[in-house]
């Protein structure tokens, strides 16, 4: 695991491209420095994304055949997608569950990797975040978070406000990153998983 | 009540008919409130609209029976056309809650407002189904304070055209400056030099308008008109060249391009209008693309009276140009908006080519114009396979405005 060193080094604008931690907002280098954090600290975004209950019968959790990983799947999926400004709030119910998005947009070198965990001081009013949800060498974008109130009372929570933390890990990077790819997003996106051929011979008549 | 037929008057009917039309409309606005509004301003004019009607509503209600067929008349027509303008502006305000449009955009605009037109404007954006940006510049009765700016539906999303709102948002200054007021004794002597300039033009358009009664006074109020409503434009031109620098050029560019033949007296001719905006930015040291707008099409005036009319305040408003460019910049000056700095957009042009968003701060402006140079420079991204890179470079844009956005209220604070 990275250390507040290692963290505030990467985070330098004068690294080398292939070892540049990026972050924008940058966090706040002298609170990592002085609380030697091992980790940092994200915001949360001010776009949500919740599911259409009222129009949705059920949701396959597997890709079809031909399928794919397009853009377009969240778009036309049974969401409504939320902007909540700054100052102001979204209240998530208990029970309920809603994608947020960080309000940083990071870009995470081939040599390194992460994940994400929430923060322990919410998780104790019920706001559970997706835990130690991995981050793959090269991803670049805003990371959607996957929020749950298991609580049982709502919960206000607020653009701008500390949501979760990444940890992050050196790794033998791969033959090519994919910096230069165009994935990057700055809504909650809602993918389907990808097409799993075995699974999808499973389902075959014999 | 009738006395033959045992039915109610046609003034009590008529009047219940103006009453349920506005209950109808007050029910509406109940529903609209419940919308997700992504600012309060939005909100805020809903509430300003609603407690209107509701004194409207009391006003019809109280009318007694006895009250004349006459006042009856009076109350319902104006009821009847303040539905009409405000239901529009109601689905005006609906639709600036839709996800589609770019609300990390409303931050910026208004903070320009704020700054030029007055400290305690709103600004409600949202979209239309037409394919025209266009604007309520202050001027509707009940919404005083309010700046409503629209783009088309279809486009709502679409950073790059953010620069066109300059030149909407250009139509509240012209009025908050009373611009029209200040250029009109040096118009009006353009507009007499103009007309005794060409007398033959003169003669044609007199012989046909004294038919109707009409005199040399008809032409030069006439020619007014026409000049004062095409150095509007111009103004608004200048305004959003001089807020988002050759961003604008190229919004201007991407949306009227390659022109268009039908001419309105209401706005130069489309030749003349990009000549303005070249000439506007050599007053500001922009570079601009020497292509930019070649091949241009003209649009020619129609022939008759009406273009004889058109052709005289298009000779006034060249000669008036120039002072209305002017006072546009002084405007701006005088406001403290800053210009695009070429270290700005290099700045932004080299984060968004990096694949993120500009961290340091930057404006609205140098945001839009990196993304235009860097959509020019790779030839324009609009093959089927450049999709990816495209929708990335709009939302690396649009994560550069929320950043920025958030350094201001930071720093701020």
Not at chain 1, 89 to 118: A, D
Not at chain 1, 153 to 176: K, N
Not at chain 2, 111 to 132: C, G, H, P
């Amino acid at each position: 695991m990275l250390s507040s060193n290692e963290i505030l080094t990467a985070l330098d604008a004068d690294v080398d491209a292939a070892e540049r931690l990026t972050v924008v907002p940058c966090p706040d280098r002298e609170a990592i420095r002085q609380r030697e954090a091992t980790s940092i600290d994200l915001r949360l975004g001010r776009w949500f994304r919740s599911f259409r209950q009222t129009q949705t019968r059920s949701v396959s959790l597997v890709a079809q055949a031909g399928g794919g990983l397009r853009d377009g799947t969240a778009e036309k999926s049974p969401t409504k997608q939320h902007f909540v400004p700054f100052g102001d709030h979204y209240v998530l119910h208990p029970g309920r569950f809603v994608l947020g998005v960080t309000l940083e947009w990071l870009q995470i070198p081939p040599c390194f990797s992460g994940y994400v965990t929430g923060k322990s001081s919410l998780g104790r009013h019920g706001l559970v975040i997706e835990t130690a949800a991995g981050i793959h060498p090269s991803f670049s974008g805003c990371l959607t978070l996957e929020l749950a109130n298991v609580g049982e009372v709502p919960l206000q929570i607020y653009p701008g406000m500390t949501i979760c933390q990444i940890f992050l890990h050196r790794t033998e990077p791969g033959r090519g990153g994919n910096l230069g790819d165009f994935s990057g997003r700055r809504k909650p996106i809602l993918k389907s998983p990808p097409f799993d051929p075995i699974f999808h011979k499973l389902r075959e008549p014999i | 009540m009738s006395a033959t037929t045992g039915q109610a008057s046609a003034k009590v009917l008529r009047l219940s008919s103006a009453r349920r039309r506005v209950r109808a409309f007050l029910e509406q606005i109940e529903e609209l409130e419940a919308a997700d509004f992504p600012h309060e301003d939005g909100r805020e004019a809903l509430a300003k609209i609603k407690e209107q009607f509701l004194i409207r509503r009391e006003s019809l209600s109280r009318l007694p029976d006895t009250v004349t067929d006459d006042v009856v008349d009076q109350m319902c027509a104006n009821t009847s056309m303040t539905l009409s303008k405000f239901t529009e502006v109601l689905g005006f305000i609906l639709r600036s809650t839709n996800v589609r449009n770019a609300f990390e955009v409303h931050f910026p605009l208004k903070r320009l407002i704020q700054q030029t037109i007055a400290k305690d404007a709103k600004l409600v954006m949202s979209s239309e189904w037409n394919f025209v940006p266009f604007t309520w510049p202050m001027n509707l009765p009940l919404l005083e304070k309010f700046v409503l700016v629209g783009g088309p539906a279809p486009e709502s999303s679409n950073m790059l055209i953010v620069p066109l709102a300059g030149h909407e948002i250009g139509h509240s200054a012209w009025r908050c400056e009373e611009v029209a007021t200040s250029i009109q004794p040096g118009l009006t002597n353009a507009i007499n030099d103009v007309i005794n300039a060409h007398p033959q033009v003169r003669d044609r358009i007199l012989e046909d308008v004294r038919r109707s009664g009409h005199d040399v006074s008809w032409l030069q109020h006439a020619c007014l008109a026409f000049a004062i409503k095409q150095l509007e434009e111009l103004f608004c031109d200048m305004f959003g060249l001089y807020v988002f620098g050759p961003a604008y050029l190229y919004a201007y560019e991407y949306f009227l391009a390659p022109g268009d033949k039908a001419r309105s007296s209401l706005y130069p001719s489309s030749r003349d209008r990009v000549g303005y905006l070249l000439n506007g930015a050599q007053a500001l040291g922009l570079e601009v693309e020497p292509d930019l707008f070649d091949r241009w099409i003209d649009s020619a005036n129609r022939p008759g009276t009406s273009g004889d009319v058109t052709l005289l305040a298009d000779k006034a408003v060249r000669q008036s140009f120039e002072v209305v460019r002017d006072h546009a910049f002084a405007f701006l000056r005088r406001a403290n908006v800053p210009m695009c700095s070429a270290e700005g957009i290099e700045r932004v042009a080299s984060a968004l080519s990096r694949g993120v968003p500009d961290g340091e701060g930057a404006t609205l402006a140098e945001i839009v114009t990196a993304g235009w140079r860097l959509l020019r420079n790779r030839g324009g991204l609009s093959l089927e396979d450049e999709q990816p890179e495209h929708l990335m470079l709009h939302e690396l844009m649009l994560k550069s405005v929320e950043v920025s956005e958030f350094r201001l209220r930071v720093a701020n604070a």
